[in-house]
């Protein structure tokens, strides 16, 4: 079982930045692909960004265009997202999820095995 832990969301004006973390609580972190999704009221969650486990790629979805990074830290069982260029349609809750262990990658939420609670993201005018 692994628990995720989400925070750093907030309020920020459009244009701003922020950075998202996701504590991880299992031992063999470096095994699994690490997520980012987003669910926006009134609509279906959809996929943010992944990380390959153990020095693989990193995948965005197209909407980020450059401006969001997604960077893992294995000594701290975390991975981040750094938001920059914030705009309105980028308000969510965004949510970190694990794929794994030896995840193949993927943009399917549903291939996505735990989850965390999630961390609301508003950006205003």
């Known amino acids: 079982q692994v628990q995720l832990v989400e925070s750093g969301g907030g309020l920020v004006q459009a244009g701003g930045s922020l950075r998202l973390s996701c504590a991880a609580s299992?031992?063999?972190?470096?095994?699994?692909?690490m997520g980012w999704f987003r669910q926006a009221p009134g609509k279906e969650r959809e996929f943010v960004a992944a990380?390959?486990?153990?020095?693989?790629?990193?995948y965005y979805a197209d909407f980020v265009e450059g401006r969001f990074t997604i960077s893992r830290d294995s000594a701290k069982n975390t991975v981040y997202l750094q938001m920059n260029s914030l705009k309105l349609e980028d308000t969510a809750v965004y949510y970190c999820a694990a794929e794994g262990p030896y995840g193949l990658g993927t943009m399917n939420e549903r291939e996505y095995d735990y989850w965390g609670q999630g961390t609301q993201v508003t950006v205003s005018s």
């Open positions: 990380a390959s486990w153990s020095g693989g790629g990193t």
């Open positions: 299992a031992h063999t972190f470096s095994t699994y692909v």
